[in-house]
């Protein structure tokens, strides 16, 4: 019986999560659910693994290495699983950052590379198939961008730099003279720093 309860108070946790998460995605509530919801089912689970162990040797092993292959590919890269992989930090939209996309979504234009910090949801405020990145980089390719440019040592005329705007956060840029590299401001909200690269070669 407990374990039935455990495993029923977990699901209605993640459950009041993820109305926490369409009701206010920026409260951020649903992440302190997760924890003991996870917890309390870990709880069931290991119950019925134990059942099934016993039960169904073979089957409930062929379960454990499935689970295992998923886990070993998602955490291999940030490509599979780029919302929580530690080497380029979490990807957690706050509801300040939103309303600053929404201020920097008028200095976009069509057919631009458009490349946003882990915490603004820029492509999911704009007709994201007009601002397509012309060549697809991944999560991890383009955190090393955005670190790049951070540190002020990328190429303004590298072909996979010219004509892209980036949204960066102020607080982690780390050289002061990024702005004499080529770079245009178009947008500085004190939080947040747009950057506009140059189309073409001077």
Excluded: C
């Amino acid at each position: 019986m407990f374990f039935v309860s455990a495993g029923a108070m977990g699901l209605i946790l993640l459950l009041g999560g993820l109305l926490s998460i369409i009701s206010n995605p920026g409260a951020g509530i649903e992440r302190y659910l997760t924890g003991p919801a996870y917890g309390l089912i870990g709880f069931s689970a290991a119950f019925s693994l134990m059942t099934l162990i016993h039960a169904r040797k073979g089957f409930a092993f062929a379960v454990l290495a499935i689970m295992m292959v998923t886990l070993i590919v998602g955490v291999s890269s940030p490509d599979n699983a780029p919302f929580e992989h530690p080497s380029f930090g979490s990807v957690r939209t706050t509801w300040q950052s939103t309303i600053e996309a929404y201020d920097f979504v008028p200095f976009l234009s069509t057919r631009m590379n458009i490349i946003g910090d882990h915490d603004t949801p820029i492509a999911y405020l704009v007709d994201w198939p007009k601002l397509r990145t012309e060549e697809y980089v991944g999560f991890e390719g383009r955190r090393k961008l955005l670190q790049s440019l951070k540190e002020n040592s990328f190429d303004p005329t590298d072909a996979i730099y010219m004509g892209s705007i980036f949204m960066i956060k102020s607080d982690e840029i780390e050289d002061p003279n990024l702005l004499n590299n080529y770079v245009n401001l178009i947008y500085d909200s004190g939080r947040h720093r747009g950057l506009m690269m140059p189309l073409s070669e001077r």
